[in-house]
Nanobody
Framework: QVQLVESGGGSVQAGGSLRLSCAAS????????MAWFRQAPGREREFLGT????????KYGPSVKGRFTVARDNAENTMYLVMNGLEPEDTAMYYC??????????????????WGQGTQVTVSS
């Protein structure tokens, strides 16, 4: 089974940038869809973005499109979330998820079953 571990979180001032990593152990090609989510206290889990195995098929949530970029390095079995122009509203626990989808069509509605433990991102004014 694949194991996902997030890293790269921390504290940053508004307007700053962070790059989160999601390292996948095991046979990464068995989880061709990978995605980023976040959840802040008092809010529901929010979809941020997803990427397929090729790294060329991406989809973003409306709140982060244009600021965040999802990328994938299959040689290192790692997915990245590059965050620019961070705002205090971006403060949340960030999670990565993975799932094998035969069609290769990865969306926010994919039933992701494998999750990491999360990494905290805190943005101050």
């Amino acid at each position: 089974q694949v194991q996902l571990v997030e890293s790269g979180g921390g504290s940053v001032q508004a307007g700053g940038s962070l790059r989160l990593s999601c390292a996948a152990s095991g046979y990464a090609s068995r989880r061709n869809c990978m995605a980023w989510f976040r959840q802040a206290p008092g809010r529901e889990r929010e979809f941020l973005g997803t990427v397929n195995l090729s790294g060329m098929g991406t989809k973003y949530g409306p709140s982060v499109k244009g600021r965040f970029t999802v990328a994938r390095d299959n040689a290192e079995n790692t997915m990245y979330l590059v965050m620019n122009g961070l705002e205090p509203e971006d403060t949340a626990m960030y999670y990565c998820a993975a799932e094998f989808v035969p069609s290769g069509f990865c969306t926010e509605n994919t039933s992701y079953r494998t999750w990491g433990q999360g990494t905290q991102v805190t943005v101050s004014s």
